[in-house]
């Protein structure tokens, strides 16, 4: 594998549920139809319709879309939990389609581990069981995956718990329980889907702090659905916006929010407070006579937010300045433009050194 190779390389990906499903994909006629039409016309469901996408090795890629857009679907079609209809899927290159039973369990077991929002954990056994099960069914010795699985249960904060059975933990410590299993086996990729959701607010807080602190410290590859914009926001490098089946926006969360695709991403993003996703980067103008040449230098990617600050400090306006060169100025017009939505459909504005 290269360094630049995909975890997941996913091409006109289709997953149709119901009646000789197979007639849907690259049918003309159908892929004209809405969901709505296709359901009366075929008794068929496009689950995932001609999806196309590449999950980046250490990424945190975020699916986000409302309730029945296929988020879940697509996720489980990456490891054929749910067997795609049609499509190419490799994983580090390889075709996953093509795996044979073995092949497929010990990316199951060894390769890809699923976090869902249910916790899926077993009720008769102790914390320390749960989390060594994937190791269990690895075949690994009693002694030593215990010994591992301590390990784990100590890095995601539930030292001390290791005897109780799921039943005497708290949700957020169940959920914990959940994503320490799903390490144990040490997978390349985590597959998550809506974990957090059925956590309060705080708790789920929590929980997204220790998904940011694990990618951060172990770099490891992330694929986690949600629905709850603010949580993708903050976790996701990439997000893919799903609707009725296709991904209709793939980006960072700051080109989602500054240039919607369509009606439905501008709704998604309506109420985001764009001075905290939004970068001078895009909010900058050219530098005008001389202001190029001094003043408060920020990063390109310093937040609106962050820049209001620096120009309310600096009093005038400050320079976005990437390795020594200028890019551009922001004041309080760029600012404030962003801050009011007036910036929309603007391209990042890189100008000639000065
Ligand atoms: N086994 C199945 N048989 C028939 N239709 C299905 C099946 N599983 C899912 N669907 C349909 O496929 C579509 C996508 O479902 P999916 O569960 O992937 O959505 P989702 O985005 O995960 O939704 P949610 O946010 O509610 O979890 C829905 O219309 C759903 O009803
Ligand atoms: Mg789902």
Redesign the pocket.
């Known amino acids: 594998m290269t360094a630049t190779e995909p975890v997941f390389s996913v091409r006109d990906l289709w997953?149709v549920?119901?009646p000789k499903a197979e007639r849907i994909p690259g049918n003309k006629e159908y892929a004209a139809l809405s969901?709505e039409e296709l359901r009366a016309r075929t008794g068929c469901?496009?689950?995932?319709r001609d999806v196309s996408f590449d999950v980046r090795k250490g990424e945190v890629f975020v699916?986000m879309?409302?309730?029945?857009?296929?988020?879940?679907?697509?996720?489980?079609c990456l490891t054929r939990l749910?067997e795609p209809t049609s499509g190419q899927l490799a994983m580090d290159g390889e075709d996953v389609i093509a795996m044979d039973k073995t092949r497929l369990r010990e990316l199951r077991r060894h390769r890809a581990a699923m976090v869902f929002?249910h916790f899926g954990l077993l009720p008769h056994r102790s914390v320390l069981d749960n989390v060594a099960y994937g190791l269990e069914i690895q075949g690994m010795s009693r002694p030593e995956r215990r010994a591992k699985a301590a390990d784990i249960v100590t890095k995601v904060g539930l030292e001390g718990l290791e005897d109780r059975r799921p039943g005497q933990l708290s949700g957020g410590q169940q959920q914990r329980v959940g994503l320490a299993r799903a390490l144990a086996v040490d997978p390349q990729v985590l597959l998550f889907?809506?974990p957090f959701s059925a956590l309060d607010p705080l708790i789920r807080r929590d929980m997204q702090e220790e998904v940011i602190r694990l990618h951060r410290e172990e770099g490891r590859t992330m694929v986690f659905?949600t629905?709850d914009l603010n949580e993708a926001l903050r976790l996701g490098d990439r997000i893919a916006l799903?609707r009725d089946?296709g991904i209709v926006q793939l980006g960072t969360p700051e080109e989602i929010v500054a240039n919607p695709a369509d009606d439905y991403v501008r709704d998604f993003v309506r109420d985001v407070p764009r001075e905290q996703v939004i970068s001078v980067r895009r909010a900058m103008r050219p530098a005008r006579d001389g202001e190029g040449e001094s003043g408060v230098a920020l990063k390109p990617d310093t937040l609106v937010s962050d820049a209001i600050e620096a120009v309310a400090r600096s009093g005038a306006y400050c320079r976005v300045v990437d390795n020594g060169r200028t890019l551009g100025v922001v004041g309080y017009e760029e600012l404030l433009a962003v801050v009011a939505g007036l910036d929309d459909e603007t391209e990042p504005k890189e100008v000639a050194a000065v």
């Open positions: 997953k549920f119901g969901a469901t496009a689950a995932v699916v879309g409302l309730s029945g857009s296929g988020k879940s679907t697509l996720v489980r749910i929002q889907d809506e659905i629905h799903m089946g």
